[in-house]
């Protein structure tokens, strides 16, 4: 079941929404010729590490704490599906 997340543009707080919206962001900027039904590790982690100042390690641990929440699924050996979107209400 893929979850939905409504942002109003003006209301984006909390640290674990900034972290869902930021790696939907990252997913949806890869290129449509190349976007896939996941989001390749390294990309992952160059958005994430970079935007929070997260060491590497730290960056794949709460990977795994959104997977056992049931935002993520791992692709093996690949990336991480999303199953949730965001949309923007007014």
């Not at 190349?34 to 997260?54: E, G, H, T």
Request: glycine residues 4%; charged residues 25%.
């Amino acid at each position: 079941m893929e979850k939905v997340i409504l942002l109003n543009k003006h209301q984006c707080r909390g640290l674990y929404l900034r972290y869902l919206t930021r790696v939907y962001r990252a997913w949806e900027q890869m290129p449509n010729f190349s976007r896939k039904d996941y989001l390749p590790f390294n990309i992952y982690r160059a958005k994430i590490c970079r935007s929070f100042s997260l060491p590497k390690q730290e960056a794949i641990e709460l990977m795994y704490l959104f997977v056992d929440l049931g935002y993520f699924e791992i692709v093996k050996t690949k990336g991480i599906r999303l199953n949730y979107q965001i949309k923007e209400s007014s």
